[in-house]
């Protein structure tokens, strides 16, 4: 067998034309003039439309945020400090670890990879297993 002689299992099948006066006549399903009944752009909604559209807590009424936070792991701190050092937002951007749009954010500490040295944290929020292990090689957490 050589390539050319290669076919597809099934033929491809073209999805159904509408709007055009084939096979469902008339005004093919577009009703009766107007600009919804044109080929092109449709109207944009209006905005009591948009609103209706999306749930209370995405458009108007209370706003509930989810808080977004610059994920650091605990390898990059075992990289970044010596044992003994400070680790807060401060630091974290003069070493470099965090920066651009990330600095704007508060700063969570997760706890992929391992901390060896021991290390005092300060002003950040950390997830449980990175406290653990914070905690387990001798630092400290305020």
């Known amino acids: 067998m050589q390539i050319h002689q290669l076919k597809p299992k099934t033929e ?3 999805p159904k034309r509408v709007g055009r006066g084939d096979k469902r006549g008339k005004t093919s399903g577009r009703g009766h003039k107007g600009q919804k009944a044109r080929a ?36 990059e701190l075992e990289n970044n400090y010596s044992a003994g050092e400070v680790v807060s937002a401060i630091t974290l951007k003069e ?20 901390i060896s040295k021991k290390i005092t944290v300060e002003g950040c929020e950390l ?9 387990q090689a001798g630092g400290s957490v305020k």
Request: proline share 6%; no cysteine.
């Open 127 to 135: 997830s449980a297993a990175a406290r653990e292990k914070i905690e």
């Open 95 to 114: 070493k470099g670890v965090v920066k651009g749009r990330r600095a704007d954010k508060p700063i969570k500490i997760l706890a992929d990879g391992d």
């Open 12 to 14: 491809n099948r073209k």
């Open 40 to 75: 092109g752009a449709t109207p944009r909604p209006q905005s009591r439309d948009i609103i209706k559209a999306f749930p209370k807590w995405r458009g108007s009424g209370a706003k509930v945020r989810r808080k977004e936070f610059t994920a650091v792991n605990l390898s």
